[in-house]
C-alpha cells in the first residue's frame, strides 16, 4: 500500500506509470487530506508516481519489490 499525505494542498488525482510510461493506475480524490492506494497487484518493478493537486503535478520514483 501507497501512502499519500498532503496537508497543505488538497490532491485531486493519483497516476501510477511503468518503466515504459504505460498507464498502470489511476485514483481521483475529493477533500481528502490522506491516501492510500493499492499497489498489490503489481509486479515487482520501479514505477513512477505522478501525483496531481490544485497547485500543479509532481513525478516520484517508487520501486515495489
Do not use: H, M, P
Not at 9 to 38: H, P
Amino acid at each position: 500500500i501507497l501512502y499519500i499525505e498532503s496537508t497543505k494542498t488538497v490532491l485531486t488525482s493519483v497516476s501510477i506509470f511503468d518503466i515504459r510510461g504505460r498507464k498502470v493506475s489511476e485514483v481521483s480524490f475529493k477533500n481528502q487530506t490522506t491516501y492510500q492506494i493499492d499497489l498489490s497487484t503489481l509486479k515487482s518493478a520501479l514505477y513512477f508516481v505522478e501525483i496531481t493537486s490544485e497547485e500543479g503535478t509532481v513525478t516520484k520514483r517508487i520501486l515495489k519489490e
